[in-house]
């Protein structure tokens, strides 16, 4: 079932759709669009013909519930955040095709047609079920409208379809205890017709194109989650939900009914290559039915169960489309130890970076490189970023490159001069620069875009070494004939680092090219990948290059402290939003308030009570008279700090002897968000000692 395509006509590449109800983050470039981004540039680079497709995810109940929480329709969230994700990949260097949407025409023919065509053939069994709904709201609850304790793990604020605590898919009639995000009631059980695509009749297909044909080139943990599934048996799977949000059902019956959005947001690859064929004069259907089309979908690991179960399932219902040949999806990125989260605020968020930190896009694009979670969880951290950029790309690969330019200009004003006799280390370098085009390709192809950047960086390496080695600066003085040459060599390094690192660094190579006055273009005069090792000369010697520029700048600590601030700052706000009031008490009468007598007092002495963590013996002058009150505030006041202060005293509370002092009142004390205590405080000018408070 395999194509395992050697020399595919035309490539398909996905990136999965992003929801509009929130910005992009650097989870989602970790994950999904860096990589694809990666593997398109260097398609291209090597001649391919690319079809890199996305497009925003406009439907589902994400979109309704932002819009929902912030009192707006759900047009108006998603022309929103529409704008912000296509400017923010724009602005970042994400060179997709096309970036459609979802609530495009295009996509809601695509999308309805393709329903028509697997319920005309029988593909679909239609079932009478029993689905939550909230009494209160009037409306059945569509999956990320419940919310309950998942049935495998327990974490109790596990979704309708998904936990995440520990990853596994769920129904939402699987949650234990379920209430409704919408009014907070407990949910009942309505009969609800729906569309179910019968995943069982797919088994062996699956088996075969999965389990046999991609044991060995798709990556453990996509393979791993998949063979989970299938030997767990398939079941039907709903296509239509109750929603007033999304593409109506477009058969009989289906009035107030929506195509399920994990049916429709897949087949958004299809739209966008339409509208990107339709757009470019060229013929959509070689991209997704020709046999010589390798399709490439780049996800995260949350998406495997749709991207290689129920889209492939789909696809082979409908009969005219060819199969992803792999989906190297990646797992989650963390931010500072803590999961990401868009509803925490708990993220990096990528139209802020690129506001914060202009024109070092690739230093973002590199570290998340650099961090990939191929293989398992991993971890974003502000001060990884800082090193990564100071410690490699600004002191290996910006000290290269300024070091070659700045001595070309200096010595033979920018032209490049010619070589003499190839010493042995200099011939061993060219032949080591030859073999870092197939290195990196190898790695690329293989999806690890973490070590494919890496020896992006041992080529810069290998030119430091080059430089620092052949010392040209020293040999100048003796041997003017030498240093040509190894200027020559050190500038064909730099050459080779304008095309290889374009992929991973594509604003940097744009900017390198241009000071080496290298064609930006594929037109005469440019650079190919296979040129690298194929061309004898990268740069032939009297080309004239252009003077240094900085590529890299060094980040400093205050910058990434105004980060960690920022993100201190979130926790901080989160932990007040999360924390629990207390519920209020028993009511009371007026009488029983007018019982508490409470007067304005000060302190007027302090001490630790011996061999007591917690409490202070204080001296109060209440006004009345001088009493002794005990008080465990010791954790948060030092003795000192507190005389002369005010305070609030109940003062008719009935002594009690503590650690054998006789405590004869209450200081009344608050907490702040920190958790330390706070004096309940009549601090104004001209209150007096012995004041009711009433």
């Given at each position: 079932m395999?194509?395992?395509?050697?020399?595919?006509?035309?490539?398909?590449?996905?990136?999965?759709?992003?929801?509009?109800?929130?910005?992009?983050?650097?989870?989602?470039?970790?994950?999904?669009?860096?990589?694809?981004?990666?593997?398109?540039?260097?398609?291209?680079?090597?001649?391919?013909?690319?079809?890199?497709?996305?497009?925003?995810?406009?439907?589902?109940?994400?979109?309704?519930?932002?819009?929902?929480?912030?009192?707006?329709?759900?047009?108006?969230?998603?022309?929103?955040?529409?704008?912000?994700?296509?400017?923010?990949?724009?602005?970042?260097?994400?060179?997709?095709?096309?970036?459609?949407?979802?609530?495009?025409?295009?996509?809601?023919?695509?999308?309805?047609?393709?329903?028509?065509?697997?319920?005309?053939?029988?593909?679909?069994?239609?079932?009478?079920?029993?689905?939550?709904?909230?009494?209160?709201?009037?409306?059945?609850?569509?999956?990320?409208?419940?919310?309950?304790?998942?049935?495998?793990?327990?974490?109790?604020?596990?979704?309708?379809?998904?936990?995440?605590?520990?990853?596994?898919?769920?129904?939402?009639?699987?949650?234990?205890?379920?209430?409704?995000?919408?009014?907070?009631?407990?949910?009942?059980?309505?009969?609800?017709?729906?569309?179910?695509?019968?995943?069982?009749?797919?088994?062996?297909?699956?088996?075969?194109?999965?389990?046999?044909?991609?044991?060995?080139?798709?990556?453990?943990?996509?393979?791993?989650?998949?063979?989970?599934?299938?030997?767990?048996?398939?079941?039907?799977?709903?296509?239509?939900?109750?929603l007033d949000w999304g593409i109506p059902v477009p058969v009989e019956g289906g009035e107030g009914k929506v195509l399920y959005v994990w049916f429709d947001a897949p087949i958004g690859y299809i739209s966008s290559t339409k509208e990107w064929a339709a757009r470019e004069g060229k013929d959509w259907e070689p991209y997704w039915k020709s046999k010589d089309t390798k399709m490439v979908h780049f996800i995260g690991k949350d998406n495997i169960v749709f991207h290689c179960i129920i889209f492939p399932s789909m696809l082979k219902a409908h009969g005219d489309f060819i199969l992803p040949e792999n989906v190297p999806a990646n797992e989650f990125l963390n931010l500072e130890g803590n999961k990401l989260s868009t509803s925490k605020n708990w993220a990096v968020w990528l139209h802020e970076y690129l506001e914060e930190f202009p024109n070092m896009q690739d230093v973002l694009r590199y570290t998340l490189t650099a961090n990939a979670p191929e293989t398992k969880d991993n971890d974003f951290t502000w001060k990884d970023f800082q090193a990564r950029n100071n410690n490699e790309l600004v002191a290996i690969y910006g000290n290269f490159i300024n070091r070659v330019v700045v001595l070309t200009n200096k010595y033979y004003n920018g032209n490049v001069p010619s070589p003499g006799a190839y010493s042995q280390v200099d011939k061993e370098t060219l032949a080591e620069l030859k073999k870092y085009p197939e290195i990196i390709s190898s790695s690329i192809e293989r999806y690890r875009f973490r070590e494919a950047g890496q020896e992006v960086m041992n080529l810069a390496r290998l030119g430091n070494k080059y430089l620092a080695d052949e010392e040209p600066w020293k040999v100048i003085k003796q041997d003017e004939e030498r240093v040509k040459t190894i200027m020559f060599v050190a500038l064909q390094i730099a050459s080779a680092l304008a095309v290889l690192s374009e992929p991973f660094l594509p604003f940097t190579a744009a900017k390198l090219k241009k000071i080496l006055n290298i064609s930006q273009s594929s037109t005469e005069g440019s650079l190919e990948w296979k040129d690298i090792s194929e061309k004898e000369t990268l740069l032939p010697a009297e080309h004239q290059i252009n003077q240094a520029e900085?590529?890299?700048?060094?980040?400093?600590?205050?910058?990434?402290?105004?980060?960690?601030?920022?993100?201190?700052?979130?926790?901080?706000?989160?932990?007040?939003?999360?924390?629990?009031?207390?519920?209020?008490?028993?009511?009371?009468?007026?009488?029983?308030?007018?019982?508490?007598?409470?007067?304005?007092?000060?302190?007027?002495?302090?001490?630790?009570?011996?061999?007591?963590?917690?409490?202070?013996?204080?001296?109060?002058?209440?006004?009345?008279?001088?009493?002794?009150?005990?008080?465990?505030?010791?954790?948060?006041?030092s003795p000192q700090d507190i005389i002369g202060k005010k305070v609030t005293v109940l003062v008719n509370l009935a002594p009690r002897a503590l650690r054998g002092v006789d405590s004869e009142g209450m200081i009344l004390m608050t907490e702040n968000a920190d958790g330390k205590l706070v004096f309940i405080n009549p601090d104004e000018d001209g209150v007096d000692n012995g004041e009711t408070i009433n």
């Open positions: 395999s194509q395992n395509l050697k020399q595919p006509a035309r490539y398909t590449i996905t990136a999965a759709l992003p929801y509009t109800n929130g910005p992009i983050h650097i989870g989602h470039l970790a994950g999904v669009y860096v990589p694809a981004d990666i593997y398109a540039r260097y398609l291209r680079l090597n001649g391919n013909d690319v079809a890199f497709v996305c497009g925003s995810d406009e439907h589902g109940v994400a979109i309704s519930m932002k819009a929902k929480k912030e009192g707006v329709s759900p047009q108006n969230i998603i022309d929103k955040y529409h704008g912000i994700i296509k400017q923010s990949f724009q602005d970042f260097g994400i060179t997709f095709n096309n970036y459609s949407r979802t609530s495009a025409e295009v996509h809601h023919k695509t999308a309805s047609d393709f329903f028509v065509k697997l319920y005309e053939q029988g593909d679909f069994i239609e079932e009478t079920t029993e689905q939550l709904y909230d009494e209160e709201a009037k409306q059945f609850l569509a999956d990320r409208f419940v919310i309950g304790t998942c049935p495998k793990c327990g974490h109790e604020e596990a979704y309708g379809d998904q936990c995440e605590n520990c990853g596994s898919t769920l129904n939402a009639t699987d949650l234990i205890n379920p209430k409704s995000t919408i009014s907070g009631a407990v949910p009942s059980l309505k009969e609800t017709k729906h569309w179910f695509l019968p995943l069982d009749r797919y088994e062996d297909f699956l088996k075969t194109w999965i389990l046999e044909g991609h044991k060995n080139d798709w990556k453990p943990n996509v393979y791993g989650q998949c063979k989970s599934w299938i030997d767990d048996g398939l079941k039907p799977r709903a296509v239509t939900r109750d900085l590529l890299f700048s060094k980040v400093e600590d205050e910058t990434i402290q105004a980060q960690l601030d920022k993100l201190e700052a979130t926790k901080k706000e989160n932990e007040n939003m999360n924390k629990e009031v207390d519920p209020q008490k028993d009511t009371i009468t007026f009488d029983d308030f007018t019982k508490l007598d409470m007067r304005v007092g000060t302190i007027i002495e302090a001490e630790k009570m011996p061999k007591a963590k917690k409490l202070l013996v204080l001296k109060v002058d209440t006004g009345l008279d001088i009493r002794t009150i005990v008080s465990g505030i010791a954790e948060s006041f």
